[in-house]
């Protein structure tokens, strides 16, 4: 069973940058991960997402040209570096597991998905 902890979470300004790391514990060639996020009052959403097979990136629209997910298959680590943050992008911020092979719409359905972290909280004021 995959175990996942995040890290890098905290405040920040508007317009500042965050990196978030997690750290897989267990086998994690073969699976894709993601990150997802739960802002204040709302559903958790999906992020971002980086395949095993072929290091296909996938992003939410709101995020594209913002955010970088990166993995590290000899670490066992995926970052998610976030840039130009926005108050709107304050939420508390999950990693998670799923099975490699998803599609493009399958990547952004949560039920798919079979280990999640904690999550960290990231704050952005103005």
């Known amino acids: 069973q995959m175990q996942l902890t995040e890290s890098g979470g905290g405040v920040v300004q508007a317009g500042d940058s965050v990196r978030l790391s997690c750290s897989a514990s267990?086998?994690?060639?073969?699976?894709?991960m993601g990150w997802w996020r739960r802002r204040p009052g709302k559903e958790r959403e999906f992020v971002a997402a980086?395949?095993?097979?072929?290091?296909?990136?996938y992003y939410r629209d709101s995020v594209k040209g913002r955010y970088t997910i990166s993995r590290d298959n000899t670490k066992k680590t995926v970052d998610l570096q976030m840039n130009s943050l926005k108050d709107e992008d304050t939420a508390v911020y999950y990693c998670?597991?799923?099975?490699?092979?998803?599609?493009?719409?399958?990547?952004?359905?949560?039920?798919?998905?079979?280990?999640w972290g904690q999550g960290t909280q990231v704050t952005v004021s103005s």
């Open positions: 980086h395949t095993w097979s072929g290091g296909r990136t």
């Open positions: 267990g086998r994690f060639s073969h699976y894709t």
């Open positions: 998670a597991a799923r099975a490699d092979g998803a599609t493009a719409l399958s990547v952004r359905d949560q039920r798919t998905y079979t280990a």
